[in-house]
């Protein structure tokens, strides 16, 4: 699986941004999704995650209310909405890709990673 983010960005504090995240591929429809982002002179860390009907989907709690996990299994894409944004939330941010159903907050158990896409708030 190949996977390519889009969306990302300059974005002033309060406003909105959708990342699109494509794969490549036709068994798409069998891999759990999930978004990371990684901010200056940190680790990258886990944000939000979708099961690979798009029937379940998790979030952190500093994203919930604001940021939402989707995706179009005909499209083979998934989006990250992301509202109300803060300068906290400046990051390059990445989806990934692990085969299977289960919903997970580990980087490890995914296998597939996109470049990443900068995103930053800013006024």
């Given at each position: 699986?190949?996977?390519?983010?889009?969306?990302g960005?300059?974005?002033?504090?309060g406003?909105?941004?959708?990342?699109?995240?494509?794969?490549?591929?036709?068994?798409?429809?069998?891999?759990?999704?999930?978004?990371?982002?990684?901010?200056?002179?940190?680790?990258?860390?886990?944000?939000?995650?979708?099961?690979?009907?798009?029937?379940?989907?998790?979030?952190?709690?500093?994203?919930?209310?604001?940021f939402?996990?989707?995706?179009?299994?005909?499209?083979?894409?998934?989006?990250?909405?992301?509202?109300?944004?803060?300068?906290?939330?400046?990051?390059?941010y990445?989806c990934?890709?692990?085969?299977?159903?289960?919903?997970?907050?580990?980087?490890?158990?995914?296998?597939?990673?996109?470049?990443g896409?900068?995103?930053?708030?800013s006024?």
């Amino acid at each position: 699986v190949q996977l390519v983010e889009f969306g990302g960005g300059l974005v002033q504090p309060g406003g909105s941004l959708r990342l699109s995240c494509a794969a490549s591929g036709s068994d798409f429809k069998f891999y759990a999704m999930g978004w990371f982002r990684q901010a200056p002179g940190k680790e990258r860390a886990y944000i939000a995650a979708i099961s690979r009907s798009g029937d379940s989907t998790d979030h952190v709690d500093s994203v919930k209310g604001r940021f939402a996990i989707s995706r179009d299994n005909t499209k083979n894409t998934v989006y990250l909405q992301m509202n109300s944004l803060k300068p906290e939330d400046t990051a390059v941010y990445y989806c990934a890709a692990r085969f299977g159903a289960a919903l997970s907050g580990v980087e490890g158990q995914y296998s597939y990673w996109g470049q990443g896409t900068q995103v930053t708030v800013s006024s």
